[in-house]
């Protein structure tokens, strides 16, 4: 039985220090906040984050930099939050940027089982330093590693018992990829269906998914940007 009853449930027996959690979400679009919420509470610390970015400060994955709970993070941007600015500048917090499409596809090759791939991205930068190189076609690729962690945390607008999942819109962005690289994965759902989704619904297939959980969207705006309503469209 992959559903549980909350979200400290969910997560009970898989927190440990130094492990490595792979989260989805895009800014705060589609995160797990509940399954953050839990892993602050445990403190387990020493973590290595791999997640598109690190939240804003006070929300999302920035609620585990307020604990000190995370030594290093794989991330491809992290403007929004000055915590973690403020921490890698001061040297406790060890970041390897990413490129945002080379991240995507080391958590998706990590989930296929591939160890490695070749990509022109990032060749001649500071990306590429001390990663192998090698000439295919006359150009210059660097190698990079797959992702595999010990840990996947999602969040899903649908689930079904059998832990398929459906995503809602942008906020599908970064969770599939991020289901399938961990060892382990639960989901943070907003319903849990009866029945079974339909199967040209599921877009991350209950194989990849062991535990799941209801919780409620927590309704975070990044950036709430607005219009007059006097304003004249051109």
């Known amino acids: 039985m ?25 800014g705060l679009c589609g995160i797990p906040q509940g399954l953050i919420e839990v892993v602050r ?7 290595t984050i791999v997640s598109n970015n690190m939240g ?32 890698y500048l001061d040297g406790v917090l060890d970041v390897e940027f990413c490129p945002q499409g080379t991240l995507a596809e080391r958590m998706r090759a990590g989930g296929a089982g591939i160890a490695g791939f070749y990509t022109r991205t990032g060749v001649g930068t500071p990306v590429a330093e001390g990663k192998p190189t090698e000439v295919f076609d006359g150009h210059e690729y660097v190698l990079e590693r797959g992702i595999v962690a010990d840990l996947a945390l999602v969040r899903a607008e649908w689930a079904d018992v059998e832990g398929n999942l459906r995503y809602r819109l942008t906020a599908r962005n970064f969770n599939p990829l991020a289901a399938t690289c961990g060892r382990v994965c639960v989901a943070e759902v907003e319903e849990v269906v009866d029945g079974h989704l339909d199967p040209d619904d599921v877009m991350t297939p209950g194989i990849y998914v062991d535990r799941i959980v209801a919780v409620p969207a927590a309704g975070f705006i990044e950036q709430r940007t607005i219009r007059s309503q006097t304003a004249e469209v051109v």
């Open 41 to 47: 509470d445990s403190a387990v610390c020493g973590l």
């Open 56 to 87: 804003v400060d006070g929300k999302g994955l920035g609620l585990l930099l307020e604990k000190r709970q995370v030594s290093k993070v794989i991330a491809s941007y992290v403007g929004e939050n000055k915590l973690f600015a403020s921490q």
């Open 2 to 26: 992959k559903l549980r009853d909350h979200p400290t449930a969910a997560l009970a027996d898989l927190l440990r220090d130094g492990m490595t959690i792979a989260v989805g979400g895009f």
